[in-house]
């Protein structure tokens, strides 16, 4: 150890070790990664790791020569209620089924499904068909975490209990897990080194009163939480804090005495060695990032107050998980520095040693829960100063790194002129699309649907909203929806820089066309709604009455509108007995190029279009009805000669849209479907129109 010592206490011997760690990431990160599954007999066997069920699905993770998630839908009600009774963690089983590559994301920016299950070594799908169990587990592992999941799912507050122990988010709430993460305290919910500290301390103080060597103490501990890491499935924020503890512990017993920002950069290395995934992962991200500056930075508060280092640790957080935040997240709270102040000692120092209580004595369930509801209501309050949430454009690597590089400058040198370069950056970052005017146009991947989305010289357009059409399920089977407007359209308009809706345009009243309308009019702000002409049905006359809640303005039987520099004109007609005819179609022209949008109008409003209008070589056309053979006339096609048609449609759906006559019509043109393609973007620029599409 003597020979060690120079080169452990040598500071170049961490700045080396996290380089190679890096490089070593990088060149893992650009080799070829494949699955040696063999895939062709529809069949697999292996060990359930992990395992969930919501309504009538099951969703499973398999362990065989690789991992593989399974889903598989219950066929009848007591099918369900006897699967949990019959199968789990670490049993062995044999399932048959289908196999399928998971998608890429088919919206820009968005995130991507397969490259996250890669980074977890999941390469395939399989919708199965039957399961059989071939070997019970007799892992004890997977025992204790069997019969821990199973005493928590007794509990009325097991949601949190899940989190706070098994760092299990399933059970909570969608909305008050996006309201947390919208105030800036979701990472209060991920396990991390504060829960690792208390639960070590605990784990300790009773162990030193059995155990008179202190060592010993420590050595038990150690082996303690890294069977505690794997009950909370390896998670980067437990893994960094287990193996920070356990080098903290080496570095007392075996007295290398060596600093916290070395213990950091070898636990940093232990990891990324391990598993460089993990640098794309947002929580060893956020979690690494923050402790490095932390310890960094810990001379700055030493020896202050409770409260003047949490304030301190709120700021320094808050500044160097910033970028992280939009990058990821396209939207930070500029408050959440001051609701850190309020939830990081309520959590800390109470919720959570509460969750620890509650876990061993059920009796205290209904206290517990009665203090969560406190929390949420607090955080829901939080979450009603909506002034205080900043959309930013999803930064680049460059800008990112200039920041950081900027904001450690700022930290030690504390000049004015630092100060001064780091918020024109901020500013630069923030008016980007004021900075950068453009045009562009992009027809939204929402399934079987419509949604396009235009952006002109800072001026916002969204025709449809889309929206998924559910239909009627026994209650077992119901499992939570996802909204298109929550997971698509926000992230989307929020990625680019979008703050505000100038106009939200509804061709017509259909539900795959204005469904997510009302949840974008309460969560996003929109100027003023353009409904098409004809009577109001229910669903649109429901929209209303939250537009007048709201004072937001709205109107129908409009010629025309101005977005930026471009003007829409709508084609109108006469009224006709149906929904579909009485679309509004939009006619515009864009850097010179001629876009024709149809909703969701039929033949006989093409013909009346055509004779009222002359309308002739369209640059792209918005295929109407989804590419329905009620639309898109061969005489409607032949006139107006489309360079480039786009269709927004839905895999596999159930209309057989589009129409393989239409598609015939449309064959002197480039077509773009999104079921094949994903989202259009069309950029306008100079006179050249460039397309991009996103293939799932």
């Keep these: 150890m003597k020979k060690l010592s120079p080169i452990l206490h040598c500071k170049w011997t961490y700045i080396l070790l996290v380089i190679l760690a890096l490089g070593y990431s990088f060149l893992f990160f650009l080799l070829p990664h ?111 975490k069997t019969v821990i999941q199973n005493h928590i799912s007794t509990y009325q507050s097991k949601g949190y209990l899940m989190t706070f122990i098994l760092g299990d988010h399933q059970f909570l709430d969608q909305d008050i897990k996006t309201t947390y993460q919208e105030i800036g305290v979701s990472h209060l919910l991920a396990i991390s080194g504060m829960h690792i500290s208390l639960l070590s301390g605990i784990f300790l103080f009773f162990l030193k009163k059995m155990i008179k060597k202190e060592n010993i103490c420590y050595i038990i501990t150690v082996f303690f939480l890294i069977f505690y890491m794997f009950l909370t499935g390896n998670s980067p924020s437990v893994s960094r804090a287990v193996i920070l503890f356990s080098l903290l512990t080496c570095n007392q017993l075996l ?15 232990i990891l990324v060695f391990q598993n460089p995934n993990l640098l794309l992962e947002v929580g060893f991200q956020f979690s690494f990032i923050v402790s490095f500056y932390l310890i960094l930075l810990q001379s700055k508060f030493k020896n202050k107050s409770y409260w003047h280092t949490l304030f301190f640790v709120s700021i320094i957080s808050f500044s160097v998980s910033f970028p992280i935040t939009i990058f990821h997240f396209y939207q930070v709270n500029i408050l959440s520095v001051i609701f850190n102040f309020i939830f990081v000692p309520f959590i800390s120092c109470f919720i959570f040693p509460f969750s620890l209580l509650t876990f061993f004595f059920p009796f205290l369930d ?26 930013w454009v999803r930064p680049s690597i460059l800008w990112i790194f200039l920041y950081y590089v900027i904001l450690t400058l700022f930290f030690y040198k504390k000049k004015k002129r630092i100060l001064i370069i780091f918020f024109l950056l901020l500013s630069y ?13 992009i027809m939204i991947d929402v399934g079987q649907g419509d949604s396009i989305f235009i952006h002109s010289n800072n001026h916002n357009l969204l025709i449809d ?30 990625s680019l820089g979008i703050r505000k809706l100038d106009y939200l345009l509804l061709s017509h009243g259909d539900y795959d066309h204005m469904g997510e309308a009302k949840y974008l009019v309460n969560n996003f702000k929109v100027e003023k709604v353009i409904f098409n ?95 329905s053979k009620t639309s ?63 293939e799932p």
Excluded at 255 to 269: D, E, G, S, Y
Excluded at 581 to 610: F, P, R
Excluded at 667 to 673: A, D, L, V
Aim: contains cysteine; aromatic residues 12%; neutral net charge.
């Design 34 to 144: 494949h699955s040696i599954l063999d895939i062709s007999t529809n069949t697999l066997q292996g060990i359930i790791t992990d395992m969930k069920i919501e309504g009538d699905l099951l969703t499973i993770q398999i362990e065989a020569k690789e991992k593989v998630l399974g889903n598989y839908y219950f066929k009848e009600k007591k099918e369900k209620e006897n699967f949990s009774d019959y199968y789990h963690l670490g049993d062995t089983i044999l399932v048959t089924g289908t196999f399928s590559k998971p998608k890429n994301n088919t919206v820009p920016n968005l995130f991507n499904y397969r490259k996250y299950l890669e980074r977890k070594g999941i390469y395939y799908l399989i919708s199965i068909d039957t399961i059989e169990k071939v070997k019970e587990n007799h892992n004890p592992l997977y025992l204790v």
């Design 255 to 269: 007295k290398w005495n060596l600093k916290t920002i070395q213990i950091w950069c070898l636990t940093f290395t």
């Design 366 to 391: 209904s206290i517990f829960l009665f203090f969560l509801r406190i929390m949420e209501n607090l955080a829901l309050f939080c979450n009603h100063f909506t002034w205080s949430k900043l959309i």
């Design 429 to 441: 970052q923030y008016f980007y699309l004021f900075l950068f005017p453009n045009q562009f146009l």
């Design 465 to 494: 909203t889309g929206g998924k059409i559910s239909y009627p399920k026994e209650e077992w089977q119901e499992r939570k929806t996802s909204s298109l407007a929550e997971n698509t359209l926000l992230p989307l308009l929020k």
């Design 533 to 627: 002409d004809g009577e109001y049905n229910d669903l649109e006359l429901e929209l209303i009455e939250l537009l007048k809640n709201n004072g937001i303005p709205y109107g129908q039987k409009l010629e025309k509108i101005s977005l930026g520099n471009i003007s829409l004109y709508f084609l109108n007609t006469k009224i006709y007995d149906n929904e579909n005819d009485n679309s509004n179609v939009i006619y515009t022209m864009i850097n010179g190029k001629k876009l024709l949008l149809m909703g969701d109008a039929g033949i006989e409003k093409e013909k009346d279009i055509l004779q009222k209008y002359n309308l002739y070589d369209i640059d792209i056309l918005k295929v109407g009805h989804h590419g």
């Design 632 to 694: 898109s006339s061969k005489e409607f096609i032949n006139k107006i000669h489309p360079k480039y048609s786009l269709i927004s449609v839905g895999a596999n759906n159930r209309y057989g849209h589009p129409n393989s006559e239409v598609l015939d019509r449309l064959n002197q043109s480039k077509i773009f479907r999104t079921d094949f393609d994903g989202s259009i973007v069309l950029k306008f620029k100079n006179n050249q129109l460039n397309i991009k599409n996103y």
